[in-house]
């Protein structure tokens, strides 16, 4: 199974950008549906953005907060996953990472933080 190791997290001020990566221990040209989620303090983890390959193109979708200021995108030929994230808000603090969807086995995740 593919695993996924997510970086670039870290504290922000709100307003701020952070470029999250997620690197994959093997080929992801295969994949289909990749997504980001994040699990903030106490509760549920969650999708946040997917990229969904058909025949050629990827399509995205996002969660309504992060419309507009979230952009996934994948590079198939480094194996690597991003998270672009503009304009944060103290709401975006948590854990994120990347997988499949559905997902298999979870990495450790990269912890953002949106604090003044």
């Known amino acids: 199974q593919v695993q996924f190791v997510e970086s670039g997290g870290g504290l922000v001020q709100p307003g701020g950008s952070l470029r999250l990566s997620c690197a994959a221990s093997g080929s992801i040209s295969s994949i289909y549906s990749l997504g980001w989620y994040r699990q903030a303090p106490g509760k549920q983890r969650v999708v946040v953005a997917t990229?969904?390959?058909?025949?050629?193109?990827?399509?995205?979708n996002y969660r309504d907060s992060a419309k507009g200021r979230f952009t996934i995108s994948r590079d198939n030929a480094k194996n690597t996953v991003y998270l672009q994230m503009n304009n944060l808000e103290p709401e975006d603090t948590a854990v994120y990472y990347c997988?499949?969807?559905?997902?298999?086995?979870w990495g450790r995740g990269t912890q953002v933080t949106v604090s003044s």
């Open positions: 990229t969904v390959s058909i025949l050629g193109t990827d399509r995205t």
């Open positions: 997988n499949k969807i559905p997902p298999g086995p």
